[in-house]
């Protein structure tokens, strides 16, 4: 079914032919709830972001000033002949949070501006104190921020014992840990070797005013320094004023970790270092990040860092009084006008169930969607009319109930007089949709084309729509529990935000899924508590934690584990998590790389008679190693364009066309294909071309198997999203020959994947726990849910309601479980899908 092209109220799309869409032409209507559906990788999002709203975006960026232009992060220009009738858009992606921990669910919301004039105009003040402005109450501001430790509420030390946690070594021995093993550290031997100080001695016999000077010294000294000389011979050559290797500066060791730490461009070298430095709250502002006179100030006998701490539940319900409080008084009117301003815009966020965030929490902590579900909020309260909203999968991370809540919200822009456009695969939400966009039929290459657009019954008759399958019928599999599990984890006292004490137990060698509502402590659990003690206890190092210490400040981040493992660790051989962090943060890594693909790929390369006849080797065919690859881009495959006043642009390499390697290289072919042009082929493509070589094959066919098929072979890693760079470790993980006695965790595994996508993706999860693993998987999806062994329901509620065990047991018994709020979704879901086999 297909819009009227005569009306008026509607969007026409002629000749879309971003990414994999296939010149298409469709019209939308405006002011609905049209949801785009589709496998994942069909071309939803390349027409709902990659065109719609790009080309809205370029249409207002070209109505601003060229100098303005470039501090917007602009998108590509659309591939697409023409759009009609299309309003401004509003884009709200799913994005981590940004880095910095000075980012927070105040600053996102604009709340911590209105608590921070709350305080400033209508706060209990000492008596004789003067009036301190707004940004006195912040800890980003000269004003604000405590002197001690510049706002970030920790200070960070660098002790002797940190630094030297073996007195017993020499120098030379390493004793000083703090620096590099590698040659900068030899460096600073052969250095005080020259300033005659004995590095063959215990350093605990060393004067303590020379380890003092060593270590803490600000002084950076020049001297020759001649490498491999004995103490004597470095003496005697001094002496004689002997030219000498080089001239060294020395650097000493506390220096070094705080200048490594602050300026360094490698995550490595600032992880390592990380390790010399002891993080503790600062004493002045005692972790409040304000100072003195800030914090002096009450309101509702709480200063601003003790009120930012609260969950936003509680402070609706502090605020919700002062709101209703009228008064004549200046200070009333503004504390009654402020709080009935900052309740308003918290009260969608807790209809969006989020009460159980706090002001404070730092944004790099937020999932995408509660990241997406905060700017919703505050979009809804601005009240804007006439606007195109762009959602990405707004229920991401949502519980069933927490999803209805949602669609109200999305009901109340739309009645504003604002078109809502949602790539979604949430069921609920396709339910809920005026007008559907259906995507497909399947990925890549084999998707792009407009299988239906129209009203929500019409897709019934879609026989190419998988979309159709789960909408229409409880497609699906409820698996009845066979495997017998080979014992029990068993974890006490566990201990972390809202998880107080508890105990729980994880049966091994089975399917089991962590559920409850959003905020309930699932994350809390798995993700946090059960892989750092497992971690801990099988000694592999896994960091939960930022990098970063400078991230600990807060409670969200640094709150400690506590728990031991009581039993069943002797029964695992090792801890596999398979998260949704980035598989690579620069266009060098991809899914080959990763994979390992590329190694045996090359391989074969360097084994054709051209490569043997130049004597190439596999190294040849890597664009990271300079004999193979273009020496203009250095293997890039682009160049970066600088444009005055507008944002830099990145263009195919002049020198390869973008193909990365130098001419000599692509004179070699595979089956008449340069290296190049593997890289360019999709995972189906590679697959049908190596079907003779089975390890190769057997790696591709498993990346087919989890529902990646139409990626790219060199696709970026800053081009995959969350979900598929999760799947592209589980595929790498699936590779392996399994042994039986793994552990393994995921934390959501089903964002970004459609119903058909989520069936494939439990072949695999099954497949592992049919091999006696133990797989633990923290997810809302009702399909997954269902087909689990077990299931922990957390909860009853978010917050400080939530952190309990409500259920534990087989899915049966859930369904009957009146405490739990997952319990009448999944009966709901099995109900249906019996129905529809019978």
Known sequence: ??????????????????????????????DKLVVFTGVSGSGKSSLAFGTLYA?????????VSPYARRLFNQMNVPEVDSIDGLPPAVALQ????????????????TLSNLLRMLYSRAG???????????EGFSPNTPEGACPECHGLGSVFEVTEKTMVPDACLSIRAHAIASWPKAWQG??????????????DIPWKDLPQKDRDWILFTEETPTVPVYPGYTPEETAKAIRQKRTPDYMGTFIGAKPYVLKTFSSSQSELMKKRVSEFMISTPCPVCEGKRLQRAALSVKFDKKDIAEMSRLSLSSLSAIVGKHARNNGKREKQVVKQRICADILSRISVMLELGLGYLTLERTTPTLSPGELQRLRLATQVHSNLFGVVYVLDEPSAG?????????????????????????????????RHADWIVDVGPSAGAHGGQILYNGLPGGLKNIADSLTSRYLFSAAGKNRSANRQTTGKLSIGGATRHNLKNISVEFPLGLLTCVTGISGSGKSSLVSHILVELVAKGLGQDFQVLPVNPADDYHAEVSAPVQ??????????????????????????????????????????????????????DAGRFSFNVAKGRCPRCQGEGFVMVELLFLPSVYTPCPVCDGTRYNNATLEVTFKDKTIAQILELTVDQARNLFDEDPQIYRSLDILREVGLGYLRLGQSATELSGGEAQRIKLATELQKIQKGSSLYVLDEPTTGLHPADVERLMIQLNKLADAGNTVIIVEHDMQVIAQSDWVIDIGPGAGDEGGK???AGTTEGLRRCTESKTAPFLAHYIAEVTADRS
């Not at 080309?55 to 109505?63: I, K, M, N, P």
Request: charged content about 25%; cysteine-free.
């Open 55 to 63: 080309e809205a975006q370029r249409r207002y960026l070209e109505s």
């Open 1 to 30: 079914m297909m819009a009227d092209k005569n009306n008026n109220n509607m969007i026409r799309i002629r000749g879309a032919r971003e990414h994999n869409l296939k010149d298409v032409s469709l019209d939308i209507p405006r």
């Open 563 to 616: 728990g031991k493992i009581i039993s069943g660790l002797n029964n695992i051989s090792r801890l596999v998590v398979v998260d949704q962090k980035p598989i690579g943060r620069t266009p060098r890594s991809n899914l080959a790389t990763y994979t390992g693909l590329f190694d045996h790929v090359r391989k074969r390369f360097a084994e054709t008679p051209l490569a043997r006849k130049r004597k190439y």
């Open 124 to 134: 209990d003040y000492p008596e004789d104190q003067e009036i301190i402005y707004a």
């Open 805 to 807: 065990i409500v259920y």
């Open 94 to 109: 799913q994005q981590r949070g940004g880095a910095s921990t000075r980012s927070s669910v105040g600053s996102v919301t």
């Open 186 to 199: 030899q460096n600073q031997r052969d250095i005080l070797v020259s300033m005659g100080y004995n590095v």
């Open 398 to 430: 949502l519980h069933p109930a927490d999803t209805r809540a949602l669609l109200n919200i999305l009901d109340k822009l739309k009645a504003a007089g604002n078109s809502i456009f949602v790539v979604e695969h949430e069921i609920e939400v396709i």
